[in-house]
Structures are given as C-alpha cells and as structure tokens.
C-alpha cells in the first residue's frame, strides 16, 4: 500500500498548531505528526535531526516560535535561537530529505511606516528584536531550502493560548472601563483560518515556493477590534481610545500592520474571510466553552 506522505507540525500546544490539530482529519491523505515541545525542542539541533529522522516528512510545518514580543527585547539570544538558529538548521534538514518546509512570520518584519498593505516584495525593517530575529530566520529559511512557502500573519487569535481577544474579555469582566491603542492598525488573523490556509497550502497539486501573506480581510486599529469584541459579548464595559504614546512597552510596534494577501489568492486561491466574520466565530465558539 503507498504510505501516505508525513507531515511533521512543531508547537502543537500554540495558537496555529492547536488549530492545525482541530483540522487535520479532513486532510487524511496525509499522516499528521503533531509535536510539542518536549519531543521536539527548536533549541536542540538533537532534537530537531532526531524527528526528521524517525518520520521522514515530506512537510514540515513550523508552528513553533518564540514569540514573546516584549520577552524578547531581554531574551535576546533564546529569541535569536528558536526563530532564526534552529529554522536555519530546520531548512538545512528540509533539503537534505527533499521535505517542503511551510514557515510562519509576521508583519513586525515591517517598520510600520508604510500608507498601503505591504507586498510580500516590499523591505523589511524591523523596528523590534522580536521581528530582526523572524526576518532573520525567514532569509534563512529561504537560503538553506529551496522548497521552502514563508507565510507572514499578523495579530492572531483564537479560542487557544493568550491572545487580544481573550484578554479583552477578561478586562472586561473585571474593570467597568479599559483604554486601547487607535494608532496602530492591522488585520486581525483568526488562527482557525490560518491553519486552513495551510492544510490548503499542503495539499494543493501545485506548490509555489517563497514569501506570502495571510491575515483575515479589513482594517481596523486595536480600539476597533476591542469595540467589536465588546460588541459582540454585550459587554458594558466602557472603552478609551488611546495613543501608543499612552501605552509604553519594552518592544515598539508597527502603527500600520497591513499586510496584502493578493500572492496568496493568486497562487493558491486562497481567499481570507473579512475579519468580523471570523471574529464572530472564534467568540462563539469562546462562548461555549
Ligand atoms: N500570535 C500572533 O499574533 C502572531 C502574529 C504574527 C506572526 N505570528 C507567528 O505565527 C506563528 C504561530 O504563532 P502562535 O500565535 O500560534 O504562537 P504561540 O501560540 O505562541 O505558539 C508558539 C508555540 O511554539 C512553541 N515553542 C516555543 N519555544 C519552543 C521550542 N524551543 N521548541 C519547541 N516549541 C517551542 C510553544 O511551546 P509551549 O506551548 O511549550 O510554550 C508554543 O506551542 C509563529 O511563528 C509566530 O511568530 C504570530
């Protein structure tokens, strides 16, 4: 009987790989292989040889990160190692077993300083160490396998891990009023979309290899988004809308966060839905939980 080509997804427990996991029984043409940490650590090139040993993939789909933003800033030489180091060995991995590495970025490789949604060609400048050590591990990714699909998202969320909208949630069941920043706009991701983009990205006959952006359709700053999360609770809670000036944190953040996903829709049809939609969805199914 043929074997039904592997995929390996690393970061199981995070956000995209969760969602992955809720997904894959719709994709049974391939055998999934979901690992967490421990038995795939990105810090450890033992650990990293050792799964693409034991599975062979054809896909490798890295869902893993260091992905705390303001972490990151102190944190330097762990974030230098799981998001640019252990990718850079992963895709050397990739090209010795002929595997299609899917690796996922972000739009902090962006400066923020642009008036329209960035093209996948556009340059980057990243304005925090979080988004130097993701450009960094996307020009490794590229350089180190030429099968290799880098898809950019931007301000994830959903019913898994930490994220804006469960934070908003929780602020809201506490304070009677919050204050939110309305000078940084973006396109919020619903991580359940993500992962779809990617089963689609797998399966489909014809692979196109290089950068790509995926975030849901729209634009909204992250005042809006918690307005809409309010909305969309019934929430009583009174919110301010601040300047980032008003909100210091360790790392800066791009103002303008818009990513253009017209590559992805070009190559692979894949179309994002607008971001109330999904934003509806994710806080049903946060509902019922
Ligand atoms: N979240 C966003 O807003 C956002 C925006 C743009 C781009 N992205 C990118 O999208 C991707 C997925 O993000 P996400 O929101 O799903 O992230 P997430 O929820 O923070 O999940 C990251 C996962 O990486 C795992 N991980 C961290 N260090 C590891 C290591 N040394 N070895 C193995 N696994 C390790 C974590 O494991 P534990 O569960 O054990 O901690 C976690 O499961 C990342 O590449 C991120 O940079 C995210």
Known sequence: MKQRPTIIVSGKNGQVGSELIL??????????IFLDREELDLSSEASISGAFEKYQPAYFVNCAAYTAVDKAEEERGLAE?????????????????????I????????????????????????????????????????????KTVIIRTAWVYSTFGKNFVKTMLRLMSERNEISVVKDQVGSPTYARDLAFALAKIV????????????????VI??????????????????VNAIPTSAFPTPAKRPQYSVLDNTNLQKDYHIQPRNWKESLQECMSYLQRL
């Open 81 to 101: 190692k799981i998001n640019a180091q252990a990718v850079a060995f992963i895709a050397e991995k990739c090209k010795a077993f002929g595997t299609t590495l």
């Open 103 to 146: 690796h996922l970025s972000t739009d902090y490789v962006f400066d923020g300083n642009g008036t329209s949604p960035y093209k996948t060609d556009e340059p980057t400048n990243p304005v925090n160490f979080y988004g130097a050590t993701k450009r960094a591990g996307e020009l490794c990714a590229l350089q180190n396998n030429p």
């Open 23 to 32: 997904l894959h029984a719709s994709y049974s043409q391939f055998q999934w």
């Open 221 to 238: 700053s992250w005042y809006d988004f918690a307005i809409a999360i309010k909305e969309i609770s019934g929430s009583g809670c009174k």
């Open 203 to 218: 399966s489909s006959e014809k692979k196109h290899f290089g950068i790509y952006h995926f975030t849901n359709e729209g």
